[in-house]
Structure formats: structure tokens, C-alpha cells
């Protein structure tokens, strides 16, 4: 059994207090959990430049680390025989694409793994029209492919979202944040997680922060493209957190996030609760898509079905990186992973933005290394 002693915990939050005093982001959270057990639950710093103390109950925005958890919500009905991985979108979704089109031989298998060919579209670029499910299932009706589905893995930033989401309501009947809030979040007990904010409840989720070019560690080159800034004032904005967002607004803690990843480190099981078969895990965290220039992120990228699989040079799994890790990180320095082999599930989440990936991936693999080297010793 792989155990924390006082003093490895000493050393990882030094670590963690390090991240704080240097200046990388104002607030934090780290979790890990180890054999099912919580052994790690750090907060600190602000919930913004001028916010109150962050503890190990403030809600964040997670970005692109929702993804796994809708992802999740289709694999169970993909297991409950609802659906398979090598259905064409169309079976559940008739207009979606109009029959003998390249388009209509996109698979639920190709939307999971970022190879459907359609990573990026004008409705991107409309955060207006985000809370409106209507016009989300309207424009991935609309929009054509820029890759031939299943060739060239390019990262669906927001369209896997929507995709997952409007498939999880077409088999299952329901919404899906509403899905996923019955079927993932409240059975695993992940009492502070939500695809967006409820309609009926207050905003009281950990303001983002834009750090300038100013603020930079160092100047790594090319970044992102995007301003720190414009990403964090678009999801500081009220009506973006309350939309639907299945690949981008989630909304949880580094806590809730680690119980996640300890469930599927752990064959699908914690606490007596089962999300998925052990099998399906295993199926859902293997890698089926690589490329040395991913088409959207043009660098090298491991995708398995709704996470990504480590052993990639640089990679934010850290220096100890394996491809049976698997994870998902979000905008900023966020990630979650599990180790089916330590059985652990790790999450590491802050409200701080920096245009460039560098600062980003160094971070969060120092934080990984830490916890490996305390896991490991």
C-alpha cells in the first residue's frame, strides 16, 4: 500500500506555498487522494486579486477539465448498451449530418478521441449564444469538417462538449448537466461539482485572473494566441458560467476533481459506488489517437476517449509520466490524472491565466513530480 508520511506532506506543501508566494496565481487547491483514501487537501492564497481566503471548499471554474466528466456520463450509457463507440453520430442524431456526407461518417469513438475532423468553428467565437442549447445543437448541425473524420487527431475545444452533451440528451432523455449531476457527481459524492452554475444559485465561484505579459516568469516565445485577460473576463461573466458548457464551464474542486480520478484509477469504484465497469475504464483510458502537431494545439498530443494518456516528453503528467495515466488539463494551471498502478487520483487547480503554455505545463509537472516522489520514496 502506498502510504504519505507527515513529513512528505510537509514537503508538497512547500511546494504548493512556493506556487503562492511566487506569484503564479492568487488561489489554489491540491488534492490527492491514495487507495481510496483522501491523504492530501491543500488551499491557499485569495479567490482573486482582492477576494477572501481560498479554502479547500471554493468552487472554480475548471475549463477543459469538465470534459472527462461528460465524457464519463456517455460511456455509461454506452455500457448500459444504449449507444456503442462505433455508431455514427447520425444513429442518435439524424440531423446532424445529411446521409452520405463525409460528415455523416463521423462515430461517438471519434468525437471522444478529438479525431472527428470538426475541432473548431464561427461558434467559438459566440459566447453570446452559449447559453442557448438551441443554437449550440443548430451550429454543430451547421458546421463541416476541416479534417477527414478519424485521421488527423485536432483538439475539439468547445464542439466535443457539445457533441457529448447533445448525445448524452438525445440517448438519455435528460440535459446533460443534469445527467451528469445524477449519474456522476452526486452518486461519487462530489458535492461542490456542476457542469455551470444552477440557475437558483449564487455565484460564489473563485474569480479568474489574467496575468499580462508583464506578469510572465519568463518569456518561453510563442504563446497561446489568446490574452490571459479576454479569457478571464469572458468566464468571469455571469451568464457564460450559468450557460451549458460541457468541454469548458465546469465547476469544481481539487478535492471533488482527485475523488473523480481515484474512482477511474480504481477500475470505475470508490466507496462502494461503481460509475463504470472496470472494463470500460480500461477501454475509456487507452490511447487511440496520437500526433507529433496535434491540429488545433500543433504539438505532440495522446488522446484516449474523453481524457489524455501520458508518456509524452513534457507532458504536465510530469517527469515520471507513463501511458497508462491518464487525466485532462484546463485552461490555466489545472489538471486532474489517475494512476491505476499507485492508485491514485491527483488534482491540481488554481484561478490564474497566463497566455503561454509553457509557464502552464512546468507548473503543474513540478506538482506532479512532487506527489510521485512522495508516493514513490
Known amino acids: 500500500m502506498t502510504t504519505l508520511t507527515n513529513k512528505d506532506r510537509e514537503q508538497l506543501q512547500a511546494e504548493f506555498d512556493r506556487h503562492l508566494e511566487v506569484g503564479l496565481h492568487h488561489g489554489a487547491q491540491l488534492a490527492v487522494y491514495v487507495d481510496g483514501d483522501l491523504a492530501v487537501d491543500f488551499a491557499g492564497g485569495t479567490t482573486g486579486p482582492d477576494g477572501a481566503e481560498t479554502t479547500t471548499d471554493t ?18 450509457l454506452i455500457e448500459q448498451g444504449e449507444a456503442a463507440y462505433d455508431d455514427q453520430v447520425i444513429e442518435h442524431w439524424p440531423e446532424f449530418a445529411d446521409s452520405g456526407t463525409q460528415k455523416a461518417e463521423i462515430t461517438i469513438r471519434q468525437v471522444l478521441s478529438h479525431t472527428a475532423g470538426i475541432p473548431y468553428g464561427d461558434f467559438d467565437d459566440q459566447p ?25 487527431p485536432a483538439y475539439h475545444t468547445f464542439n466535443y462538449g457539445w457533441i457529448v452533451g447533445e448525445l448524452i440528451h438525445r440517448i438519455s432523455d435528460q440535459h446533460v448537466d443534469e445527467y ?40 518561453p516565445g510563442e504563446g497561446l494566441g489568446i490574452p490571459a485577460s479576454d479569457s478571464a473576463d469572458a468566464f ?36 462502494g459506488t461503481r ?8 477501454e475509456a483510458t ?27 516528453a513534457n507532458d504536465m503528467f510530469g517527469s515520471f509520466s507513463r501511458e497508462r495515466m491518464f487525466g485532462h488539463a484546463g485552461l490555466g494551471s489545472i489538471f ?11 488534482a491540481y ?4 491565466i497566463r497566455e503561454e503554455s509553457w509557464e502552464h505545463a512546468a507548473r503543474i509537472s513540478g506538482m506532479s513530480d512532487a506527489v510521485r516522489l512522495a508516493l514513490c520514496e
Not at 468552487?59 to 464519463?72: D, E, M, N, Q, W
Not at 440557475?199 to 473563485?206: G, I
Not at 489517437?289 to 501520458?310: I, K, M, N, V
Open 349 to 352: 487547480v488554481t484561478n490564474g
Open 180 to 219: 451528469v449531476a445524477d449519474h456522476v457527481f452526486t452518486p461519487l459524492g462530489m458535492d461542490h461539482s456542476s457542469i455551470g452554475l444552477h440557475p437558483d444559485e449564487d455565484d460564489d465561484v473563485a474569480a479568474l485572473s489574467g496575468f499580462e505579459m508583464y506578469d510572465r516568469c519568463r518569456d
Open 59 to 76: 468552487r472554480h471554474l475548471i475549463f477543459s477539465c469538465t470534459k472527462p466528466y461528460a465524457g464519463v456520463g456517455l460511456h455509461q
Open 128 to 152: 453570446e449564444k452559449w447559453g442557448d442549447w438551441n443554437a449550440v445543437v443548430q451550429a454543430m448541425e451547421d458546421i463541416e469538417p476541416v479534417f477527414e473524420p478519424g485521421e488527423q
Open 286 to 312: 487507452r490511447t487511440y489517437a496520437e500526433t507529433d502537431a496535434d491540429g488545433t494545439l500543433s504539438r505532440p498530443a495522446r488522446y484516449a476517449l474523453g481524457f489524455w494518456t501520458g508518456g509524452l
Open 236 to 271: 468571469n461573466d455571469e451568464a457564460v458560467r450559468r450557460a451549458v458548457i460541457p468541454a469548458a464551464n465546469g465547476i469544481s474542486t481539487a478535492r471533488d476533481m482527485a475523488r473523480f480520478y481515484a474512482c477511474m484509477a480504481n477500475g470505475g469504484e470508490l466507496d
Open 336 to 346: 486532474g490524472w489517475g494512476d491505476p498502478e499507485l492508485n491514485v487520483g491527483f
Open 275 to 282: 460509475l463504470l465497469d472496470a472494463e470500460t475504464v480500461t
